[in-house]
């Protein structure tokens, strides 16, 4: 099942008689299944769908079948969870990022967070400016929390986690890197400098350690790694991070980037304005954003 947050276009077809609103809807085949008519009783929004448990969940699940109430062409899919709760990261959590990197395999996860009005949706623009030029990519799968949890074992750490997505944990480096310690939640934390989606993968059956990951750069091939790469797995992840603080439904958990950014290329490669990133997981879809310079509505004092 692939939940996703979506709007009707205006005058698309199926929208008669329907709200335009951003509400929750099954991602299908053949398009988009509404939850607010297959399901009325579910909430309209997503964080308040993960909120409401396994019996919101397993209603969806009972729908999925139902037809869908609009084609792909006629929504627009934002981010699942516009507002997540927490968005938690992890740095050098891949082997061969580490090698690249020149850095030792970390001893415990390295931790850092980015700011919930970091996210954007699937396809929406990421935003380039001139006080962060040096803009990076960074493919990564991510965890979804279904469940308020704390001090959760490794062995039962898939009983809280709803699904998974793919975000792309946009970077300014220099930003990153300021500071002693560097601050990496300031370089990581720019406006539509998380895109996220296109759908919450809800499947227990899926292994997350099994999955193929690409990053795509205008066509050029950047990023391609499996998933068992990882240092520190999903599920010792949300173990570590539960030793100190509550995890909360809709919380995102960011597993970290293989090799292949931007700033290891040589010579370095920045994202400039005009390119396209694509980042796709096995099994979860694909994401792709274009660079754009930064509106001069979004860039002035209010």
Not at 72 to 98: E, F
Not at 146 to 174: E, F
Not at 214 to 230: I, M, P, S
Request: charged share 20%; proline share 8%; glycine share 8%.
């Amino acid at each position: 099942m692939k939940l996703v947050t979506f709007t009707p276009l205006a005058n698309a077809a199926g929208t008669a008689g329907q709200s335009t609103s951003s509400r929750v809807g099954l991602l299908t085949g053949g398009g988009v299944i509404d939850l607010t008519q297959a399901a009325p009783e579910l909430p309209a929004d997503m964080l308040s769908f993960i909120e409401a448990g396994a019996e919101a969940v397993k209603m969806a699940e009972s729908v999925s079948g139902t037809a869908p109430h609009y084609g792909i062409a006629d929504v627009s899919l934002s981010a699942p969870i516009k507002r997540p709760p927490k968005i938690i990261a992890i740095g050098l959590n891949y082997r061969a990022h580490a090698a690249e990197s020149n850095m030792e395999l970390p001893k415990v996860p390295l931790v850092f967070t980015k700011q919930s009005t970091s996210v954007t949706g699937p396809y929406d623009p990421i935003f380039w400016s001139e006080e962060g030029k040096a803009l990076d990519y960074e493919g990564e799968l991510a965890i979804v929390i279904g469940k308020r949890c704390r001090r959760v074992p490794k062995a039962s750490a898939q009983q809280v986690i709803l699904g998974y997505t793919v975000l792309n944990d946009v970077s300014v480096r220099d930003w990153q890197l300021r500071g002693t310690p560097p601050s990496f939640t300031m370089g990581k934390s720019w406006d539509s400098h998380c895109p996220i989606g296109p759908s919450i993968t809800v499947d227990p059956a899926l292994d997350p350690h099994a999955l193929q990951l690409t990053t795509h750069v205008n066509g050029e091939l950047r990023q391609a790694t499996g998933t068992d790469d990882l240092i520190f797995d999903c599920f010792e992840l949300i173990e570590f991070l539960s030793t100190a603080f509550t995890l909360e439904p809709g919380d995102i958990i960011a597993t970290g980037t293989p090799s292949g950014v931007g700033f290891a290329q040589k010579p370095q490669a920045p994202l400039v304005i005009g390119d396209k990133v694509k980042v796709a997981i096995t099994g979860l879809g694909e994401i792709e954003n274009e660079v754009i310079q930064e509106p001069a509505d979004r860039a002035q004092f209010f």
